[in-house]
Every structure is written in C-alpha cells, then in structure tokens.
C-alpha cells in the first residue's frame, strides 16, 4: 500500500453498511479531515443514558422482586406458626417459644428477617387487637390476640402478656416487617415500607 | 468515496433519546404486569390456605353451643377475605346418608353410603359484595340431599378404610364421594372471591389486569373447596 499509515475500518456488526468510519493515523497531517457520519460523542451519550435507564429501571424490578419475597416468605411462617400454636400438644412448649422456633426453622425467614446476623429472628411480641409496631431497627413484630367466645361476635381483644389463649379459642397473629429499599432512587422514593399479614389457628390447649 | 446514508443526521442524532423515550413506558408497564401478576398468585395462595384454616376451625368448634359461633366464624372470614375481593362464602357440615341413592337403607356401617349436607350456611357475601360470583351457581347441595356419588367432596384416604366404595377404587388421596362413618363428620368449605374488584385490591394495572387475565384464559374469578374432618364425634357436637 502506498500510504501504510492510512487504515479503513469497516464496522460491520454495529453500522449499516453504507456507514463506514475511515480512521486516520495522526501521522498523516496536512491530510483533509476525516470523515465523520457521526456526531462527536453520541455514541457516548446514548450509552450513558441507555445505561442509566436500564440500571435505574433494573433496580426498580430488583427492589419489586425482593419486596416479593419478603410478602411471601412473611405470609407463609405467619401462616405456619399460628398453625403450629394450634396443633402443639406439648404442654411444656410455651406460645411464643413456639412462634420463634417457626421463625427461626425457616430458611428464608432466617435470610431476610434477621438484619443483625445472630442467626435468630428478632421477635418482638405484643398482645392485643392493633398491629405490631415496627422500625427499620426491629425485625419482626407479631401481635398476638384471640377470641374465647365466638358466639359473642369476633372482636379479637382477648390478649394476656405471654399466653396465646386458652382451649378452644381463636388464635389471630399479626405480624409485620419495616423493609427499606436498597436502591438509592427507589429508596428515595417509597423510603421506609411495613409488609404485614394475619393468620389464623385454634387452640388446642391453653397457653 | 463517502456513500450516502439512508439516514438524515438529524435523525441518527436523536436514537438515545428516542430509545429512552419508547423503551421506558415499556418496561415499566412490564414491572407493573409482574407486580400484579405477583399479587395476584399471592391472593391465590392466600385463599387456599385461608380456607383450609376456616374449615379447620368450625371443625374443631363442636363445643360451639348454637348457630351463632358458626354464623360469626363465617363473617370474620368473609371481612377477612373481602379486604382484597369480592365473592362469596358457603359452608356444609357434612355427614352420613341415611340411604344410598337407589333407596337403600344404610343400615350396616361398613356399607356405601353417600356423604350428605345435614347443615347449610350458604350465601355470606363479602363486605363489598358477591363480584362476579353471584353469576356462578353453589355447586353444594341444598340442606338435606345428599351429594352426587362421583362428586369431589371428601378425600379417599386409602383402600377399602371403610367397607365398599366406589368401583372402580380411587387412588389415594383423590376426592370423592365416598363412605362416612355414622359418627364422622366434615366441614366443606366453598368459597368464590372476585380477584382485582375489592376495595385494596393493591393492583397496579387496575382493571386492566382483568383485561389481560381474560386475554391470558386466566379467570379472576376462583372456587376453591376445602373439607376438614371434625375432631369430636358427631353426638358430642352440640351444635350440629
């Protein structure tokens, strides 16, 4: 080639074909200026916006499919520990021992739940008809109430500190979990978030 | 020699922003159609498991000492359920048929005899009303008749656990309408809830999800039966 210096590069896999980048080497000076199809850094730019769109939006999808989880796997011990409340026949078990070994023998449970790593989930237990108080510094919060006298109508305010009701009573947990965004943008916007669910059992004993 | 490009400049400069503007929408109509499609299989979960637990408890309330406990139990449930849906409650104390369907007396207790409704407490609409559900016929029978011989209403728990059943014999666990001790009784628990038409339906696409469940052949619309067998004899019942 007479002028060795000089290289046409075709690309073929990102271009159309009538779109060619003729590359210069800088050693060819006094040459006319090459020729650009292209505007000076768009290619740039659509990255970076199409990067930040994806990254953004990808996030978004991450922190819905974690939330998922959190609902289902909350859900399902809630449902599994009013269950195993109901079907305990060992008198020495007590209600809430009960309840964190639920926790605690569920493996996504243990994941999600317990922030502080001591391989436990945190329960803070409360007694009465309203919803566990939570913050982003708890881990889980179950309230526990039940009802002796379903004749009377439902109205779920039989609560004892410790007890979970007695022979025959319904049984209502209510548990509920703070969960923060990780994603900065998501964050930002939902902040701080309570997932909650209710479950029912009846005694078969009393507590 | 530069060849010509089918494309303006001005048009090649704008494709970031044009793709950010056509792809967003789209993804984020898809993150909404996942959520929905997630609480949706959720709700689903949460029925059948709720149910179970409904039929469990009236099962296990034989000491109940009138109608009432039972008329309770069924209308914190349908509040329950009706947080999230509309539809409709029913629920069958279920017990041995005096007679088999052809008239013969079921005087032997290792006879066949069909399953029957001794008591009914049909049709508890959920707070916010029955939904599509009040289009959907109760597929329990009226207090008194007895089921179908091959209707799912029972679980056959096993070979010949109570004389002659249905020839031929079952595999375990399918339901049926099989033999029932004259002391044995159930609770069947129907119930159809209207997915999406609740006052929380905590859907992002709104009725739009029911669009796309109808195109989907999916039905917002479920049915679900569950039956528990009562802890207590049929004579210590005091309310049955």
């Known amino acids: 080639m007479a002028r060795t210096e000089t290289a046409v590069v075709y690309l073929k896999t990102c271009l159309p074909t009538d779109r060619v980048v003729i590359a210069h080497s800088p050693m060819r000076t006094g040459q006319p200026k090459p020729i650009r199809n292209r505007p000076t850094g768009a290619m740039a730019v659509e990255f970076c916006l199409v990067f930040l769109a994806s990254l953004s939006l990808f996030g978004l999808a991450g922190e819905l499919f974690r939330v998922s989880m959190v609902d289902q796997t909350l859900a399902r011990v809630t449902h599994q520990s009013a269950r195993a409340i109901a079907g305990l026949a060992d008198g020495d078990v007590g209600c809430e021992e009960t309840i964190q070994e639920a926790f605690d023998q569920n493996v996504g449970a243990r994941w999600l739940f317990d922030r502080n790593g001591n391989d436990t989930v945190d329960i803070a237990f409360s007694y009465g008809d309203a919803w566990p108080a939570v913050t982003l510094g708890d881990e889980i919060g179950i309230a526990i109430s039940w009802d002796d006298d379903p004749e009377a109508g439902i109205d779920w305010t039989d609560a004892t500190t410790g007890s979970c009701g007695g022979d025959g009573s319904w049984l209502r947990l209510r548990s509920r979990f703070a969960i923060q965004p990780w994603f900065g943008p998501v964050r930002a916007f939902w902040g701080e978030m309570h997932r909650q669910h209710e479950s029912w059992g009846r005694n078969t004993r009393t507590f | ?240």
């Open chain 2, 1 to 240: 020699m530069r060849r010509a490009s089918i494309l303006s400049a001005h048009a090649r400069r704008g494709s970031a922003a044009v793709e950010f503007v056509v792809l967003v929408p789209f993804i984020l109509v898809l993150s909404a159609a996942i959520w929905d499609l997630r609480v949706f299989t959720a709700y689903r979960t949460d029925v059948a498991r709720e149910n179970y637990v409904i039929a469990e408890l009236i099962a296990n309330g034989g000491t109940w000492t009138s109608d009432a406990s039972v008329e309770n139990v069924i209308e914190a449930a349908a509040e329950r359920l009706g947080a999230t849906s509309h539809g409709v409650l029913h629920v069958a104390l279920v017990t041995r048929a005096a007679a088999r369907h052809d008239g013969t007396a079921c005087v032997d207790d290792s006879d066949w005899c069909a399953p029957m409704v001794t008591r009914a407490f049909y049709d508890y609409a959920f707070p916010g009303g029955a939904g599509d559900c009040r289009n959907i016929a109760r597929i329990l029978p009226d207090e008194g008749d007895r089921f179908d011989v091959n209707a799912t209403v029972l679980p056959f728990e096993g070979a010949d656990p109570d004389g002659a059943g249905p020839d031929p014999a079952p595999s375990v666990d399918q339901w049926v309408s099989r033999n029932i001790q004259p002391e044995e009784w159930w609770i069947v628990v129907d119930s159809c809830s209207h997915f999406g038409e609740g006052p929380r339906s905590r859907l992002i696409g709104g009725r739009f999800m029911n669009m796309a469940l109808a195109t989907l052949d999916v039905s917002p619309v479920m049915q679900r039966r569950s039956a528990w067998v009562a802890i207590d004899d049929l004579s210590e019942c005091v309310w049955c």
